[in-house]
């Protein structure tokens, strides 16, 4: 006679599942203080009020719990373990939080006046053109033939006198 097991086993998925959900909370606890941590100082020195504070915190909190606990379930779900999970967690989590922070916070259009300005920037760093009138005024170099140099250096080649050229007093 067998005796059967009346102990559940646990279930993979249900073991996942459970992980994922302890990673959205540790992910929304981890993502909200480090963002409060960075927003103090800003409503200390009035740069940002505290009703953008807690929206910058609350939103924070969010993308970054979604982000942790869709990684650990993916992971989970793929069986992954040792090294895989954990470089499966952050290649998840970073591109899960990179495209939710890019959904949530779009990039503000730049002002015309700023593509003015960086489009001055860049002529301005340019060589200036050469002024052509320089060009004009220049002097053209006499031309010359082979012919003609051979002839002018042989005139100018000295002739040997009768005196004796290491003699200094003569």
């Known amino acids: 006679m067998t005796k059967h097991s009346t102990t559940p086993r646990p279930n993979p998925r249900a ?17 909200g203080a480090a ?39 993916v992971a989970g779900a793929l069986g992954l373990g040792g090294i895989l999970s954990f470089v ?26 700023k593509v003015a300005a960086k489009a001055t920037a860049k002529t301005a760093r340019k060589k200036p053109a050469k002024d052509a009138s320089k060009k004009a005024s220049a002097k053209p ?15 100018k080649t000295t002739k040997k006198t009768d005196t004796d050229s290491s003699d200094p007093v003569q």
Do not use: H
């Open 35 to 73: 963002a409060a941590a960075g927003t103090l100082g800003k409503v200390k020195s009035g740069e940002m009020t505290k009703q953008e504070a807690a929206r910058t915190v609350a939103r924070e909190a969010g993308t970054t719990g979604i982000a942790a606990g869709a990684a650990v379930g």
């Open 141 to 155: 170099a006499e031309k010359t033939s082979a012919r003609k140099s051979t002839k002018d250096s042989a005139k």
């Open 88 to 113: 499966g967690i952050v290649a998840v989590a970073t591109g899960t939080k990179y495209a939710l922070d890019s959904a949530l916070n779009p990039a503000p259009a730049q002002a015309p006046e």
């Open 15 to 31: 073991a996942a599942g459970g992980a994922a959900l302890g990673a959205t909370l540790f992910g929304a606890v981890v993502g």
